[in-house]
């Protein structure tokens, strides 16, 4: 059964002219490392948004089609409900973050959900080290840097045990040795805990190597939808994503009619297949 | 010019946030001040329009000392774009945000509107014109920060992580508006640790770690320098790595940007073909 499904669905908020998602068909199955991504107003946020039931439950205006999260149709369901299952993680996690620990701030969802003592500290204690956080838990948020922050609001989001973790952008505030360590975070939770991410990503540099699959949304509709490698084409391009450097340098070469056996989307596979031919 | 001589920073906390950073931006200059989260760079750059006053050591912007004039006074010179968005807006409209500058400087309604919308069409927000700033995007209100404070024309421009939320069109776009501005003689001060938004700049990079100045030079020499990028939690851009990996089969390993590498790898590789 899948996590997430979708179909033909289209959102118009409420006094908006033009519908900002239309006819989206997305089917994720469980475990899967999903990567959505396309130019800024495309509609990624609203894909989101509807995931956990912010649209139109929160966020008014006209929606048809489906959307069912893990088998949960949202607008029937509350978020509160729909929180169980699907966690949240923002661009942000200034936004996210109240307490006055690290500890408390994770241990609030599961104190809503009314958990026994046990097993709220069982949680706590096991989100913090499935995010790597475990020293920090006595300290404040505000005293922790950009990337510990952002490993705070995952673990606050872990301890609900949810089955799928949305994640906003949730590295662009982030200097690019903690967005690394924050996607290697991620990547481990869907490796070891076969947790199911839905991540939205400018940067495709750095998360392709981890992703499954690759969504690519323009002007409300998704154009693309595949493994990283099929995708990343002239298509993608043409539409303005971020496709990972070495993947552009191999099109642009091939473009100047020099014959290349792959398209890489890591440095790794353009460092080997360059060797290749050059040695 | 702007000039940093010695300069300490502690915030009222008792955090000591800046040691005796010393730095030089001459006029037209672009420069990148680059570093790991809580480096001090916003605070460094806080300190060009008189936000934030030295503790000790002194901060002149075209000779003036900091300390001894007002924000209002040096914002005209200075224009400082915030990394938040919303820390800047607060008008209803685009226009009535872009133009609030330039009606509290005086200037005549029909200069402002020229201003405003000229402005408005370089940064590609024309058919936002009448929205209010907070139903855009993220992407979107940093691109009305950015015109609120470029319409008034300031001679240093301070950017503070103008990429976040921009996908790649708009930061091709953001790109080519810096080099244009800097072309026009303006100083360009830009925060980021966007390393390949910068490879392709390629600007003087000022690398700050732990409040402290660690590297400054050319981009190209800082960011294929691996333990300096690597103390500052950065990385190297995706090409700098391709190429010094590919060093020991005769590539230079001082190339950051997608065109050179293009170039470089273009000629070798069609000679390797010819030989076979």
Not at chain 1, 4 to 10: F, G, H, Q
Not at chain 2, 33 to 53: D, I, W, Y
Request: net charge neutral; aromatic share 6%; charged share 25%.
């Amino acid at each position: 059964m899948p996590i997430i499904e979708m179909r033909d669905l289209t959102f118009t908020y409420a006094g908006a002219e033009k519908p900002s998602i239309l006819g989206i068909n997305i089917v994720v199955e469980p475990g899967e490392f999903v990567v959505l991504t396309g130019p800024s107003g495309c509609g990624k946020t609203t894909v989101c948004r509807c995931l956990n039931g912010l649209v139109p439950n929160f966020y008014s205006g006209e929606m048809t089609g489906n959307v069912k999260v893990t088998d949960l149709d949202v607008r029937k369901t509350p978020t509160m409900e729909l929180a169980r299952h699907v966690g949240f993680v923002f661009q942000n996690p200034e936004n996210q973050l109240f307490s006055l620990s690290v500890e408390r701030d994770v241990a609030f969802g599961p104190e809503n959900l009314g958990l026994p003592r046990d097993e709220i500290r069982r949680r706590v204690d096991w989100a913090l080290q499935a995010t790597g956080i475990s020293h920090l838990r006595n300290m404040a948020p505000y005293e922790l840097s950009g990337g510990q922050q952002q490993r705070a609001a995952i673990a606050s989001v872990l301890a609900m045990k949810p089955r799928l973790i949305v994640l906003d952008e949730p590295t662009s505030f982030l200097d690019p040795k903690s967005a690394q360590e924050i996607l290697d975070v991620i990547s481990q939770l869907n490796r070891e805990l076969k947790l199911t991410i839905f991540l939205v990503e400018h940067r495709l540099d750095a998360v392709s190597r981890h992703a499954d699959r690759v969504i690519v949304m323009d002007k409300g509709r998704v154009v693309l939808d595949g493994k990283p490698s099929n995708v990343y084409g002239e298509q993608a391009w043409l539409i303005g994503i971020g496709v990972p450097k070495v993947t552009m340098l191999f099109h642009l070469l091939r473009k100047d009619s020099i014959s290349l056996d792959s398209i890489p989307i890591t440095v790794e596979d353009a460092t080997e297949e360059l060797r290749r031919k050059l040695t | 010019m702007i000039e940093v001589e010695n300069l300490c920073f502690t915030y009222p906390n008792g955090k000591d946030v800046l040691f005796n950073v010393n730095l030089k931006v001459q006029d037209g200059e672009f420069v990148a001040v680059m570093g790991e989260n809580g480096a001090g760079k916003t605070t460094l750059v806080r300190h060009f329009n008189g936000l934030l006053k030295p503790a000790t050591g002194r901060v002149l912007v075209d000779g003036t000392d900091t300390k001894k004039s007002s924000v209002a006074s040096l914002a005209r010179n200075v224009g400082l774009v915030f990394q938040n968005p919303d820390h800047q807006l607060f008008c209803e409209t685009v226009k009535d945000e872009v133009a609030f500058s330039l009606k509290n400087f005086g200037y005549p309604e029909d200069i402002v509107e020229r201003r405003v919308r000229g402005i408005l069409e370089t940064l590609d927000l024309t058919s936002y014109i009448d929205s209010s700033p907070f139903m855009l995007s993220g992407g979107e209100r940093k691109r009305v920060a950015l015109a609120s404070v470029l319409v008034w024309n300031p001679k240093h421009i301070v950017l503070d992580e103008p990429t976040i939320g921009q996908d790649y069109q708009q930061k091709d776009r953001l790109r080519n508006f810096i080099l244009q501005l800097n072309t026009q003689g303006k100083t360009v001060i830009v925060v980021t640790h966007d390393v390949e938004f910068i490879a392709e700049c390629k600007p003087r990079v000022v690398v700050l770690s732990g409040g402290r100045i660690v590297g400054d030079g050319p981009a190209v020499d800082i960011l294929t320098d691996e333990s300096l990028v690597n103390k500052a939690s950065l990385v190297r851009p995706q090409i700098a790595k391709l190429m010094s990996s590919l060093s020991d089969i005769g590539l230079p390993a001082n190339v950051i940007d997608l065109f050179t590498a293009r170039t470089v790898l273009a000629s070798k590789l069609e000679r390797a073909e010819t030989c076979r």
